[in-house]
Nanobody, 124 residues
Framework: QVQLVESGGGLVQAGTSLRLSCVAS????????MGWFRQGPGKERDFVAA????????YYGDSVKGRFTISRDDAKNTVYLQMNSLKPEDTAVYYC?????????????????WGQGTQVTVSS
């Protein structure tokens, strides 16, 4: 079984930065594609970022390109989401996701494992 635990969310001012972390309880973390999704108030779950198991391929949603950066530290079984220049529109519950098949994907249904989410609130 795989357990994903997100942390780092909170209440911040627009224009500031925040870093989310996701720790995976797996022994083969380096073989997992990792992704971040978010769901804002009254919205559907949306793709944010994904990173390949090699760490060399990264995808980003259009609304966060140039502001967010996904990275991974296999020694710590952790994936990060660095969020800069935060906007009120970024307010959402952020979810970490993992898939062992290896193909980087932006589609939520293609991920097999999900964390419980961490709340990010950005005020004006």
């Amino acid at each position: 079984q795989v357990q994903l635990v997100e942390s780092g969310g909170g209440l911040v001012q627009a224009g500031t930065s925040l870093r989310l972390s996701c720790v995976a309880s797996v022994r083969t973390f380096s073989q997992y594609t990792m992704g971040w999704f978010r769901q804002g108030p009254g919205k559907e779950r949306d793709f944010v970022a994904a990173i390949s198991w090699t760490g060399t391929t990264r995808y980003y949603g259009d609304s966060v390109k140039g502001r967010f950066t996904i990275s991974r530290d296999d020694a710590k079984n952790t994936v990060y989401l660095q969020m800069n220049s935060l906007k009120p529109e970024d307010t959402a519950v952020y979810y970490c996701a993992a898939e062992s098949d290896g193909l980087v994907t932006t589609v939520a249904r293609e991920y097999s494992h999900w964390g419980q989410g961490t709340q990010v609130t950005v005020s004006s």
